[in-house]
């Protein structure tokens, strides 16, 4: 499996240096997709292959040693969905940009790929983890300073190089650290920085000077936090990066790119530490920092994005308010999966559930709102929510694929991201008596839910519902047709079917999961595997076993149809006539451009209270104008 | 059979709502024209008013008619389906299909399909409608939240049955949480139900019914109906949470004397809404906040016994 996988790698970048066609991309990254997704399910049903080795280069613990097992499989199989229809939408949607060579964009593209391929499956806590990151950021660099109609984009890219340097040299530290302390190594020195022999040497070190592993953790908490958009450091590099990218690129960095801190984090707290030396492990006050963090991030976050006035930095915003979601949940499982009651340790393995079921979630919905935010971009030329309005007409699949992804992101039940957040809230409110502190950290997290979904109906609401703006009528008059290409309508369609099959199937992806961690016995995810809170089958729905929590989707969607179709029944019944009119605008109807209900006129009050929070809205910078190719 | 017996009593819980509802819209109607020195509709008004609406002409005004209709036809869905998850006098119905956490999202929901209605009419006055509604409702669906978390925390059960069962009082010592929260909840209900001194989303005086502005005919008769409904289900949550004492009794009785509760309740709902005036969205989203802020405290006594 790894040997294939290795082979797409060499074949993606030579393929690519051509100048010809975003189809040969597109190839690559369906064939090599197809062969990770392939690889994943395998690793899925009959458990994790032996780690390969490759590259050794003996005297300084040079070798590349990849390794799926079940949690990297997971964190494949999303990069790769995600991926695909990714690669299908650029092409049409880097037409634009034909003077300035696809040449540059697609390989880098695929360079970015593999090496989050590459990091999300390397053993190798050191050289590969530089090597891949490096790959990762460079790439992504050059990706957000593409787009030649974006005038910030330097300024973006430049910090993304920055925090991402930051944070891979802060990692490196704490891996050196735990090598060196780790005394003269029983492995041979070639793996000398592998995670599975730092994990070995862990349980001594830990007696011996746990000041050590504390610093290290911290820096590994710190490095990946930079990465996933962690409060404070999210607020630097994420609003400027993601809005300056390609919208497909914008796509992979908040959908993906920011998954492999999550990985990194789940990794290095969950996995590093073997079970058998949790006595020495304080785990129980890492996961309350972890759980305190998130709740901070997920909340500023989410406040901050509520000022936006442009869609993909509102987005981007929103981004770093779900990595919060992503992280209090990590904390609540970090904090009740350590405890001696087996009741409550359950609990814990059940937020595990939930957080790695938010993370694929969030990666499929996030970059299906960036792909609907390109896909205006690309029929109107603006980002300016002030300046849109009434799209739903003229562009219907955009518009339905983004009311899909808003209502998974603002958590309606029915959809995916409700079933995700569903599992952390429960689990943390019942793991009350193991920590105090939960409830209330549950409940700014419902807060901030009440507020993601005030932030999606403005994006929804200005962008396709509310009255046709002037900007909008104009370009629908030039260009009689304003909906994207098949190009980029299949892969938001894809996306789309994707969030409501989670939405209505939470048990499908909760058992990819749990076969997942079976596959991967190691730190306490032999406790993640041991333990099956969430008994589940096909359409049963999702709930504990002693029925104390529970949740039957496709029951519940039953009803509300059924409900739907009664309503609609009875609306017919007067038999009244249907006509269609301008609305009512007390004689002002001239003036309609002058008297719309703007982005930045929404929820003002609400802006007013939550000030201090930071985060006011950039001025816009006007896009020089689109080369005109239709 | 137990599936059975569930989706006929979701059925039945659906069948009282869709009665009831316009005869306590009625009452409503009636006391508060007598508290005005008025003579007031008669109490079967509202019937009439919704089959009327029914037969009128259906104008669209949105850019997109199609959404302004499943908005419409989804609004009242879901208040149905939350009358199903919503114990009316007996157990709740529908208690395997969720919890409460799907009840609090459920509610949500409801309000949701109104900001789409108001978002897809296309006038600015819906829009502003429809920005206030949500302004409120980021206030109003975590208190909701805290009362039906200190029950769960109580209770250290998520079920429909346990929690919407006077859960909030449940706990070892005295049950400072949930005295609390029922000041709270009492000191925002108005709002929940939407009616003065909180209807500061729909202010007919104001901003003429904001998100219903434009919506005539049978898609108006289904918000009123979806508004009367949304009163007596939130009511029975009201009661079923904070209330819960007598609702045991044997069948005819027990069930008389929850139904009397909720006619208390609506009408203590009529005696406020006739006596004040409406709050600014400014004022109201600070006294939300200031009533968020004890909630929160109530919520903390919770976590530790209380």
Known sequence: ?630 | MKTLLSILGGLANVAIVLLVAPFFQGVLRKITALIQSRQGPPIWQPYFDLLKLLGKEDIESGESPLMQRFAVYLSLATVLTVACLVPMGFTAPMNAAGDVILLIYLLTLCGICTLLAGLAAGSTYSLLGASREMMTMIALEPLFAVAIVVGAVHTQSFRLDTVLNGSVYASAAFPWSGVIMFGVMLLSFQAFVQRVPFDISEAETEIMEGPLMEYSGPKLALFKYAQMAKLVIYSALFVTLFVPWGTGLMFPLGWLVFWAKVTGLVLLVTLVAATHARYRIDQAIRYFAALLAVALVALVLASYGY
């Open chain 1, 1 to 630: 499996m790894l040997v294939c996988f290795s082979g797409a790698l060499v074949t993606w970048t030579r393929a690519c240096r051509r100048s010809s066609a975003g189809w040969v991309a597109f190839a690559t990254v369906v064939v090599s997709s197809l062969l990770v997704l392939t690889g994943v399910g395998r690793v899925l049903i009959f458990g994790p292959g032996e780690p390969v080795t490759c590259l050794e280069v003996y005297s300084i613990g040079f070798a590349l040693r990849l390794h799926v097992d079940g949690l990297s499989a997971v964190f494949l199989g999303l990069i790769a969905t995600v991926a695909i229809p990714s690669a299908l939408y650029s092409i049409e949607y880097m037409q634009h940009h034909l003077e300035h060579g696809k040449g540059r964009y697609y390989p880098d593209f695929l360079i970015f790929i593999t090496a989050m391929y590459g990091l999300v499956s390397t053993t190798d806590m050191m050289w590969f983890f530089f090597i891949f990151w490096q790959m990762m950021t460079l790439a992504g660099y050059t990706l957000i300073r593409f787009d030649p109609m974006n005038p910030g984009r330097l300024r973006a890219a430049n910090k993304f190089l920055i925090m991402m340097q930051i944070a891979c040299a802060v990692s490196m530290i704490g891996a050196q650290l735990l090598v060196n302390a780790g005394g003269p190594s029983s492995a041979s020195p070639m793996l000398r920085y592998d995670f599975g022999s730092v994990s070995h040497h862990l349980p001594e070190l830990l007696i011996k000077s746990p000041g050590i592993v504390t610093t290290a953790l911290a820096l590994f908490l710190v490095g990946f936090g930079i990465k996933m958009g962690m409060w404070p450091f999210g607020q630097i590099w994420l609003p400027d990066a993601h809005p300056a990218a390609p919208s497909p690129v914008s796509a992979m960095l908040s959908g993906v790119m920011i998954k492999t801190g999550v990985y990194g984090l789940m990794r290095c707290f969950l996995w590093l530490v073997p079970a058998k030396a949790c006595v020495d492990y304080p785990i129980h006050y890492w996961g309350v920092v972890v759980t305190l963090l998130g709740t901070v991030t997920l909340l500023t976050g989410t406040v901050q994005a509520l000022s936006q006035d442009s869609s993909k930095r509102l987005l981007a915003f929103s981004t770093i308010g779900q990595a919060g979601y992503i992280l209090l949940g990590l904390g609540v499982c970090m904090t009740l999966i350590g405890s001696a009651d087996r009741a409550v340790s359950a609990l814990g393995v059940a937020a595990f559930y939930g957080t790695l079921f938010h993370t694929l979630n969030h990666g499929v919905f996030k970059s299906l709102l960036f792909l609907n935010a390109g896909s205006v971009l690309h029929a109107t030329a603006t980002q300016d929510l002030n300046k849109l309005g009434g799209l739903m007409r003229y562009m219907p699949v955009t518009a339905v694929t983004a009311l899909i992804a808003s209502f998974s992101i603002a958590g309606v039940p029915l959809f995916n991201g409700f079933a995700s957040k569903w599992g952390i809230f429960t689990a943390a409110i019942q793991g009350n008596p193991a920590c105090r502190l939960l409830p209330v950290c549950v409940m700014v997290a419902i807060i901030t839910s009440a507020v993601t979904l005030a932030l999606f109906m403005k994006f929804f609401g200005v962008i396709f519902l509310s009255r046709t703006s002037l900007l909008v009528a104009n370009r629908a008059r030039r260009h009689r047709r304003l909906e994207v290409g098949w190009k980029m309508r299949v892969p938001q369609i894809a996306l789309a079917s994707i969030c409501v099959l989670f939405g209505l199937l939470p048990a499908l992806p909760i058992s990819i999961i749990r076969r997942a961690l079976e596959g991967s016995r190691q730190g306490f995810g032999e406790m993640l595997a041991a333990a099956s809170p969430l008994p589940s089958g096909g359409w049963a729905g999702i709930g504990s076993s002693n029925h104390e929590f529970i949740y039957v989707p496709v029951f519940l969607a039953f009803v509300l149809v059924a409900m739907f179709l009664v309503t609609r029944r009875v609306a017919k019944l007067g038999g009244s006539q249907r006509r269609s009119a301008k609305p009512w605008l007390c004689g002002y109807a001239k003036e309609a451009e002058m008297n719309r209900y703007r982005a930045s006129n929404f929820y003002a009050e609400v802006k007013r209270c939550v000030r201090w929070m930071g985060g006011a809205p950039r001025p816009q910078p006007e896009p020089v104008p689109v080369p005109d190719d239709k």
